[in-house]
């Protein structure tokens, strides 16, 4: 069965250190998500992707961070300049078209010393 | 915001015991989506219900939709202890989901 995959599962870096986390969606999908989920909250929206470009982002999604799609099957999230409150789980997702079910990884934790 | 919210925060039963869990949501949905979230895991679709259907079924999940109450049920019947997780209602409106804060099920055997 197709998956989402995610790298790294856990990452620990330094405040202030670039974070760049991977993820390959399913093939034939569409849409892309990034996700976020700080321990024991609940799961925030970050922004989506289409068509090579950003169609819509939540206001965490500052200009610290920026995804893109570089060789047509990575999906990337870079944070610049970490902070502790980047600390989360980041969850990536795709769907083949605008309204159906995700597809989610299984998460990259980022912890942020 | 249309941010779902679940009820209750937290629910513990008893194996083969039902499990009822209710969303709320603010705004005008396409449909509305439940997932499950093992602890530490990602998060795994259950069923989703158009804005249009006021019931579904699969298996042991029954989802019900009232658009007029902006609110959504999810039963599970006879509870397994494989079913502890945590539930989440997601709702989409256009085109991204908004996830509300869960409920927390532990099913003791």
């Known amino acids: 069965e197709p998956e989402v995959t995610q790298t790294p599962s856990h990452q620990v870096t330094q405040m202030g250190q670039e974070v760049i986390l991977r993820c390959v969606p399913i093939?034939?999908?569409?849409?892309f998500y990034w996700y976020r989920q700080i321990l024991g909250q609940k799961v925030e929206f970050l922004v989506s992707?289409?068509?090579?470009?950003?169609?819509?982002k939540s206001e965490i999604f500052d200009d610290q961070f920026s995804v893109e799609r570089p060789d047509g099957s990575n999906f990337t999230l870079k944070i610049r300049s970490t902070k502790l409150e980047d600390s989360a789980m980041y969850f990536c997702?795709?769907?083949?078209?605008?309204?159906?079910?995700?597809?989610f990884g299984e998460g990259s934790r980022l912890t942020v010393l | 915001s249309q941010q779902g919210e679940e009820d209750p925060q937290a629910l513990s039963i008893q194996e083969g015991e039902n499990a009822t869990m209710n969303c709320s949501y603010k705004?005008?949905?396409?449909?509305l989506q439940w997932y499950r979230q093992n602890s530490g895991r990602g998060l795994v679709h259950l069923i989703l219900?158009?804005?249009?259907?006021r019931e579904k079924h699969s298996g042991r999940l029954r989802v019900t939709l009232d658009t007029s109450k902006k609110s959504s049920s999810l039963l599970i019947t006879a509870s397994r202890a494989a079913d502890t997780a945590s539930y989440f209602c997601?709702?989409?409106?256009?085109?991204?989901?908004?996830f509300g804060q869960g409920t927390e099920l532990s099913v003791k055997p």
């Open positions: 705004t005008s949905i396409n449909n």
């Open positions: 997702a795709s769907i083949g078209y605008s309204t159906g079910e995700l597809f």
């Open positions: 997601a709702t989409d409106a256009r085109g991204k989901l908004i």
């Open positions: 093939s034939n999908h569409l849409y």
């Open positions: 992707f289409y068509n090579n470009e950003i169609s819509e």
């Open positions: 219900i158009r804005s249009n259907e």
